[in-house]
């Protein structure tokens, strides 16, 4: 079994900082892509940013300059680092991670169960 908890959510004025972690556990071979999403109230899902096993990062335009992913490979870890907080950053948001578990060929993309991030004005 492989599970992704996310943790660091929470209530934040405009203007504030919050980080988020998210730790995969279980029987893992080797993890590629990890990432970040959010889903706000009557949205679809977005990619935030996501991380290559290698480092190499990518932004949605609208946290460039404000946030940082980056990972802990030891640690099968990926944080996001959220700076400059605004209220439509307010969101449920969630970890991915494509993985390939222990004795499977295959990969696939795993999600956390969510935590939410909420920005006051």
């Known amino acids: 079994q492989v599970q992704l908890v996310e943790s660091g959510g929470g209530l934040v004025q405009a203007g504030g900082s919050l980080r988020l972690s998210c730790a995969a556990s279980g029987s893992i071979f080797k993890i590629n892509n990890m990432g970040w999403y959010r889903q706000a109230p009557g949205k679809q899902r977005e990619l935030v940013a996501d991380i290559t096993s290698g480092g190499t990062t990518n932004y949605a335009d609208s946290v460039k300059g404000r946030f940082t992913i980056s990972r802990d490979n030891a640690k099968n870890t990926v944080y996001l680092q959220m700076n400059s907080l605004k209220p439509e950053d307010t969101a449920v948001y969630y970890c991915?991670?494509?993985?390939?578990?222990?004795?499977?060929?295959?990969?696939?993309?795993?999600w956390g169960q969510g935590t939410q991030v909420t920005v006051s004005s």
């Open positions: 991915a991670a494509d993985i390939q578990p222990m004795l499977l060929s295959g990969t696939r993309y795993y």
